[in-house]
């Protein structure tokens, strides 16, 4: 694929990994915060007595949603924030060992950058999968396709041949603007 042109659209997809943790989250906080002991309780106390003990899960099951709320939203951002201002290209190399996918890539400086991902294994096809979102300011913000959560990447043609006028018509963000 070293001159292969792909016109690659974005979407979101998979929001849902937003709503149900964030919602659960805040539940948690408005029932504690209406019986006052939202971070007041003593360990032992819940261990030992029988009916503290769905308590204490109960408290442990909460913060635990807390915290996978704040990893999401971590993934949200940090997403977001490469998308804001991206340029993309292919990886020249990637490696996955141990549930970690590193990656090289060369920009459009021709400066070589890496970067770190956990491969989550939704996109498909594996062309879309190397491909590199780099902030276009600071490059070491970047994204590889198999490292996105939040966002689908989709081919919208190949090539020359297949961007024409009406790919370009249906598609205004690839139609050429005279200025």
């Known amino acids: 694929m070293e001159h292969d042109r792909l016109a690659v659209r974005v979407e979101l997809s998979?929001?849902?990994l937003l709503f149900l943790p964030t919602f659960l989250a805040l539940a948690f906080l408005v029932v504690e915060a209406s019986?006052?002991?939202l971070w007041n309780f003593s360990l032992l106390n819940r261990i030992f007595s029988v009916a503290g003990y769905s308590g204490y899960?109960?408290?442990t099951i909460g913060r635990g949603s807390l915290l996978i709320v704040v990893g999401i939203l971590s993934v949200w951002i940090s997403e977001r924030w490469v998308l804001r201002d991206a340029d993309v290209c292919n990886a020249r190399s990637v490696t996955v060992r141990e549930g970690r996918a590193s990656f090289m890539f060369v920009d459009r400086s021709g400066e070589y950058y890496g970067g770190e991902a956990l491969p989550f294994g939704l996109v498909r096809p594996a062309a879309l999968a190397r491909l590199v979102l780099y902030k276009v300011r600071k490059p070491e913000l970047n994204k590889i396709g198999m490292g996105l959560l939040f966002h689908r990447l989709v081919i919208v043609g190949h090539?020359?041949?297949e961007l024409d006028q009406e790919t370009a018509a249906a598609h205004p963000v690839?139609?050429?603007t005279i200025g």
């Open 14 to 16: 998979r929001l849902w």
């Open 35 to 37: 019986r006052g002991t």
């Open 57 to 59: 899960l109960y408290i």
């Open 159 to 161: 090539g020359l041949t």
């Open 174 to 176: 690839l139609s050429p």
